[in-house]
């Protein structure tokens, strides 16, 4: 069997209160786009974990902390193992890892035969991280609280142009820096975090600077990627042609909802 997991990019993202739990209260507009990685999952002996990118973890990798836990609530006796194709980029702000996440729980739902309920699946989510539930829930979403309070809103046809300077942003640290420096932070933005990519990544501030001339540049959750919004592909790729040869980038597309549900009716 194999799946996709799709990107997200953050349309806004404002910073609300910081919460007794800890947390914080934000609000922001999730948006799936066509930047995918790919899981394959195959019944094995005992679990296993393949990614390849030799940077990332896997014995504290989510998926490894999903299919624990989802195995933890049944009696099922087979062990499947798991290959990750990754192509989006890592502390990026695209949400790779809560996407991934999903899908593992998404799927080890049906191979479990667990028949856990949205409701059910969302709250585990949750408690793997902030975002996964937007990606379980597959649908564009208006997201509050610590981003599981969902609200699904129309699709808008576009064309991101997506800008990684491969910086691994922390969104520990992120965090971190506007608790303690929040009374410095502009209110006009409409990322707060762009006060803390800019300042803190010198690269990040010249890349805005340059590629602002070109349309309105976006940050994505914490960073480290920016976007700019076309009307179509061609656009995109015209403009493309100026992002610093230092830099990756991406053209996607949004999308109406997660092919994931689809892919798992065939």
Do not use: W
């Amino acid at each position: 069997m194999k799946v996709s997991c799709p990107a997200k990019l953050n349309i806004g993202l404002k910073i609300n209160s910081k919460r007794p739990d800890g947390y914080h209260d934000l609000e922001t507009e999730f948006r799936l786009i066509s930047l995918y990685d790919y899981l394959e999952i195959e019944e094995s002996d005992n679990f296993q974990l393949r990614i390849n990118n030799d940077d990332i973890e896997t014995g504290d990798n989510l998926i490894t902390k999903a299919y624990y836990l989802m195995k933890s609530f049944c009696n099922e006796k087979s062990e499947f193992s798991f290959k990750v194709q990754k192509n989006i980029p890592i502390g990026a702000g695209l949400g790779g890892g809560s996407s991934n996440c999903a899908s593992t729980l998404i799927v080890l739902n049906r191979l479990f035969k667990l028949n856990l309920s949205e409701g059910q699946l969302l709250e585990i989510g949750l408690s793997l991280g902030s975002d996964v539930p937007f990606f379980i829930k597959g649908k564009n979403s208006i997201a509050k609280g610590r981003g599981e309070l969902l609200k699904t809103i129309a699709s808008e046809a576009n064309y991101y142009l997506i800008i990684y300077p491969d910086i691994k942003i922390s969104t520990a640290d992120a965090f971190k820096f506007y608790d303690e420096n929040k009374t410095d932070f502009p209110t006009d933005l409409k990322n707060d975090f762009e006060y803390y990519a800019r300042k803190v990544y010198p690269e990040i501030n010249e890349i805005f600077n340059l590629m602002s001339q070109y349309g309105n540049v976006e940050l994505s959750g914490t960073g480290s990627s920016m976007y700019l919004n076309f009307k179509s592909s061609e656009e995109a790729y015209t403009i493309a042609t100026k992002v610093p040869t230092n830099c990756k980038f991406f053209v996607t597309r949004s999308l109406d909802k997660s092919p994931i549900y689809d892919e798992l009716k065939k």
